[in-house]
């Protein structure tokens, strides 16, 4: 297979049309409107369909119109247009439909700034709009894991009936890097997603179906919600999927490791290099990240952190105020020290930073 | 000789049959039926009826059915709604739009292929009366959800149902777009001046002195504006459409709005354009005035507001 140099906001777009996705609903915002400036182009080639909302409030309503005739379908947005999505996401959790959501996150609160962020995690992990409802969480550290997550978005979308998220930083979508694409075009196929039993549309004499979130009766209400929870429940213990750095296969560093430091997306990409300089001068740090955010590996992020030897602490980095390093302290209870570094407004720590404060929390001499 | 059937079980007593019959054949029982309301019953000369269906046209309940002279009926109860009793209030004129829509649909053997999308508001349970696939939309969103279901699904019939509170104010933005993207959808929108569901505030369509909760004294349009003639904003969009207004405050009027209705979805089932209806109406309850009153409200005060009429077509046909 050839690899090709894609921008990594058309290289998304791409993976949605190559994932069966030949509906798009979105409204334009900086640092993601490239996706729907490829897709206006892409999906008339494949007979699919484009439509420009007039606000990200109507292209997330316009998705759940798709989505509960049984078609494929996606939007896309960054941080303040997430936002007006709120109530959207909440009826389409509610109504357990499936559909994809690109978080391309940029710095805030407010209008904040146009440069990379992930401090939309709260946002996108706990109440991002009303009512006790999840949505799965995928968080891509390069282009190529943007690529192979969206296919696995609309797969977990249609296999649970549920939001997926790909919630990556504003760095994903603007750099170009070399992509694969798994499989021929369609690794699903097209349009159609097996709502057979569920969608609406032409009845040809089957019993009407109704999309609907409205449950008067309280004890309905809550049978509705102890089953989504199951659900939820069902999402956490199959669907958690992390990456560990550094440890296994590592000659020089012995596969033991004195810190574990804990990042995601773009900020696990730079953990990396500077878990690569640190060992270079024989510290010994390793990288938990988490690449499901919602459900959050917490057991596997805590036999990471057991395996931590001695009392060695955990190294929490975001481009934020700390926002994941609250389930990193879930994950710890209590039991590792937790060291956090943040930065925000579309300040990206750098590699050498990073290192700098390793070496701090190690006791080892800066470089 | 007529005949009519009255489902005494159905009947919430609003009386608007009553008014609606030419030779005043039907009157109040003494009793009550089994949900506590005054029935009616038919107490004139069955010779009498000519079976003109007047009665069962004003009501908002599917409780009546009749029969013409010959024997044949001329009024049936329509296979588009279910047979579920609608929550509304007595006299309350969303059950009589909700069987004029069901009826055009019937009619024109679509049926089977329309998905409708219930607003939030009074009307939120729609749901349970169209006998059609049914989405229940978001506050003021169905146009956007009726967008994305027939983008996705165009050999679908996709309607809307939305109260004025939740197309003219909180979904402004999206009955606008929708309207200006042309979407080859239908939009059926209640107006009866007032939020009823929330029990009764000013609507975007409230009257200019109207009282309501949030307008005790009257609505004043130095601070609140004037009343949003929501059919006549759309007709500006060059964007091609139907774009009609009629109104439900007697059977006469339910006629003519059920005919644009009709249109409105020969419009959708052409493919032509986007077409929307927009049907005066009545809340007894929040006006505080009897069914046979709020109609005459209609007549006095709103029609003056809101001129009926076909208020645009699509440049072929006109
Ligand atoms: C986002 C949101 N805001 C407010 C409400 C509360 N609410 C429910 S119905 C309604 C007004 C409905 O009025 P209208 O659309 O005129 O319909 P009617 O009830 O008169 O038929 C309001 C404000 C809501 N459900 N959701």
Redesign the pocket.
């Known amino acids: 297979m050839t690899k090709v140099l894609m921008k990594g906001n058309e290289a998304l777009g791409e993976a949605a049309v190559r994932a069966g996705c030949r509906h798009f609903f979105g409204y334009p915002i900086t640092p993601q409107t490239e996706i729907p400036e490829y897709l206006v182009k892409r999906l008339p080639q494949v007979g699919g369909v484009f439509v420009q909302a007039e606000s990200e409030v109507a292209s997330i309503n316009m998705v759940m119109g798709a989505a509960g005739m049984g078609i494929r379908c996606m939007t896309s947005s960054s941080s303040p247009g997430i936002s007006l999505m709120a ?1 959207g996401v909440s009826y389409i959790a509610a109504c357990e439909l499936p559909c994809v959501i690109i978080n391309m996150m940029r710095a805030g609160p407010g209008l904040g700034g146009i440069l990379p962020a992930q401090s939309d995690y709260f946002q996108a992990t706990r109440g991002h709009g009303h009512g006790d409802y999840q949505v799965i969480v995928l968080a891509p550290s390069s282009v190529q894991e943007a690529v192979d997550l969206m296919t696995l978005a609309f797969e977990l979308a249609e296999t649970y009936r549920n939001p997926v998220m790909v919630c990556a930083d504003g760095m994903i979508g603007q750099m170009m890097e070399p992509v694969e694409f798994a499989g021929e075009p369609d690794a699903l196929p097209p349009n159609e997603m097996g709502g057979d039993d569920w969608a609406l549309g032409v009845r040809e004499g089957r019993k009407r179906r109704i999309v609907n979130s409205l449950y008067l009766s309280p004890d309905e209400l809550n049978e509705h919600n102890l089953k989504l929870k199951a659900k939820y429940d069902d999402i956490a213990a199959k669907e958690t999927r992390h990456e560990l750095y550094g440890p296994e296969g590592d000659a020089e560093g012995g596969g033991g490791y004195d810190l574990l430091l804990v990042a995601f997306g773009t900020m696990a990409r730079i953990c990396k290099t500077a878990i690569d300089d640190v060992r270079a001068e024989g510290l010994r740090a390793a990288l938990f990240r988490p690449i499901t955010l919602n459900p959050f590996p917490f057991a596997d992020l805590r036999r990471a952190m057991d395996a931590i030897e001695g009392d060695g602490a955990v190294f929490d980095v975001e481009m934020s105020m700390g926002q994941m390093v609250y389930d990193v302290k879930l994950a710890a209870e209590g039991t590792r020290r937790i060291e956090f570094h943040g930065t925000a407004g579309g300040v990206v720590p750098s590699p050498d930073e990073v290192a700098q404060k390793i070496r701090e929390i190690l006791g080892a001499a800066p470089a | 000789m007529g005949d009519i059937h009255i489902a005494e079980e159905r009947c919430k007593g609003c009386g608007l049959c009553i008014d609606a019959c030419p030779r005043g054949l039907i009157s109040f029982a003494e009793d009550l039926n089994e949900k506590g309301y005054t029935y009616v019953e038919f107490t004139g000369d069955l010779e009498q009826c000519t079976g003109c269906t007047l009665c069962a046209t004003a009501c908002p309940d599917q409780g009546i059915e009749v029969w013409n002279k010959r024997g044949k009926q001329t009024f049936e109860n329509t296979t588009g709604l279910t047979e579920r009793m609608s929550h509304y209030c007595p006299g309350c004129t ?1 059950g009589i739009i909700h069987r004029i829509t069901a009826e055009c649909l019937q009619e024109l053997g679509l049926l089977d292929r329309t998905v409708g999308v219930a ?6 349970l729609a749901y349970e009366y169209f006998n059609v696939d049914m989405f229940e939309a ?2 003021g969103r169905a146009p956007a959800v009726a967008t994305g279901a027939k983008r996705a699904r165009p050999e679908c019939i996709v309607f809307t149902y ?6 003219c104010s ?1 979904g402004g933005n999206e009955i606008l777009h929708a309207a200006n993207r042309g979407e080859k959808i239908t939009v059926i929108f ?1 107006n ?1 001046a ?5 029990g009764g ?1 000013m ?1 975007p369509t409230t009257l200019p002195g109207q009282r309501t909760s949030t307008s005790p004294d009257g609505r004043d349009i130095e601070a609140t504006g004037h009343p949003i003639n929501m059919a006549e904003l759309l007709a500006t969009l060059s964007t091609p459409a139907y774009i009609a207004r009629g109104s439900s405050h007697d059977p006469q009027h339910v006629l003519k709005t059920k005919k644009m209705i009709k249109k409105a979805f020969e419009h959708q089932a052409s493919g032509t354009c986007f077409s929307f209806v927009e049907v005066l109406s009545t ?1 007894p309850t929040n006006w505080g005035l009897a069914p046979q009153e709020s109609g005459d409200w209609v007549r006095d005060h709103m029609i003056p507001q809101y001129p009926l009429g076909v208020i645009k077509q699509p440049e072929s046909v006109s």
């Open positions: 109530e | 969303h607003p939030v508001g009074c009307s939120v978001a506050h939305q109260g004025d509170g939740d197309l909180i209640v009866n007032i939020y009823g569901m929330t505030q609507a809340c």
